[in-house]
């Protein structure tokens, strides 16, 4: 992970930052199904 270190903002850190903001965002998107379907399952028993 060269590109902060040396480097401006404008240099590949930006695309960085939004693939580590997309994937935190797929995480939560995940969990959030999994913990909707673990409750609509809980609730049908």
């Given at each position: 992970?060269?590109?902060?270190?040396?480097?401006?903002?404008?240099?590949?850190?930006?695309?960085?930052?939004?693939w580590?903001?997309?994937?935190?965002v797929?995480?939560?998107?995940?969990?959030?199904?999994?913990?909707?379907?673990?409750?609509?399952?809980?609730?049908?028993?």
């Amino acid at each position: 992970m060269p590109t902060f270190l040396g480097m401006g903002m404008d240099s590949g850190w930006g695309v960085e930052a939004l693939w580590l903001l997309g994937g935190v965002v797929l995480t939560l998107a995940a969990i959030g199904v999994v913990a909707l379907a673990a409750l609509r399952t809980r609730r049908h028993d």
